[in-house]
Every structure is written in structure tokens, then in C-alpha cells.
């Protein structure tokens, strides 16, 4: 299994920004794909965002597209999630997500595309 370990949540108002990081510990990140999934109260996971093993490629959910940003730093071990003009709808645990036979993102974010996650970091949008 992946050691995923996520921080960067807070609370910020609304149209603030947040930037959140995953880093792996116990192997080398570069190989795999690496996704973020959130969860509200009361709603399913959804997946966020997912970018590839070499960073040449990602995807969004439509409702981040345009504020969001997926990268990774493979020499740090980390994958990021810049999250800009935040919206209390972005409201969520986030986790961040990744699997020892994925190294290219699917076409769809789905949880059981993921056998390893981090424990989540809270981010709340409010006034």
C-alpha cells in the first residue's frame, strides 16, 4: 500500500485560496498516478482531480475546472492541489489518492480506482 499524507486544509472565505499537499513516504512517487477525491457531509466521495506518473497529463471535475491545479514536484515526494477562488461548495475532506497499478489517470475519477488514500485534510469555505 501507498503512505499518503495530505495537509494544507483551513478555513478561508470564499474566493481565498488554499493550496494542499500529498506526500508519499515509504516509496518513490514518481511512478504512479496520483488523484484527490473530497467528501462533503452527507455526499458521496467525488474525484477532483488526477494527474499522471509524469505530470503530462491531467483532469478536473467540471466543477473545480478553471480554479484548480494539480502538480507534482517528483524530486519532493509530493503532489499538490492549488485551489483558487474558492466557493463554500468546495467545502470537503480532501484526500489525496494513488494505486500501485495505476500510473496513468482514468478516464473517470472513481474510488475503486484507488487502493491506497491519505487520511484527509478538512478544507471549509466560509464568511
Known amino acids: 500500500q501507498l503512505r499518503l499524507v495530505e495537509s494544507g486544509g483551513g478555513l478561508v472565505q470564499p474566493g481565498g485560496s488554499l493550496r494542499l499537499s500529498c506526500a508519499a513516504s515509504?516509496?518513490?512517487?514518481?511512478?504512479?498516478?496520483i488523484a484527490w477525491f473530497r467528501q462533503a457531509p452527507g455526499k458521496e466521495r467525488e474525484g477532483v482531480s488526477c494527474i499522471t506518473y509524469s505530470g503530462g497529463s491531467t483532469n478536473y471535475a467540471d466543477s473545480v475546472k478553471g480554479r484548480f491545479t494539480i502538480s507534482r514536484d517528483n524530486a519532493k515526494n509530493t503532489v499538490y492541489l492549488q485551489m483558487n477562488n474558492l466557493k463554500p461548495e468546495d467545502t470537503a475532506v480532501y484526500y489525496c489518492a494513488g494505486d500501485f497499478a495505476r500510473g496513468i489517470c482514468p478516464p473517470a475519477l472513481s474510488r475503486v480506482d484507488f487502493g491506497s488514500w491519505g487520511q484527509g485534510t478538512q478544507v471549509t469555505v466560509s464568511s
Open positions: 515509504g516509496f518513490t512517487v514518481n511512478y504512479y498516478a
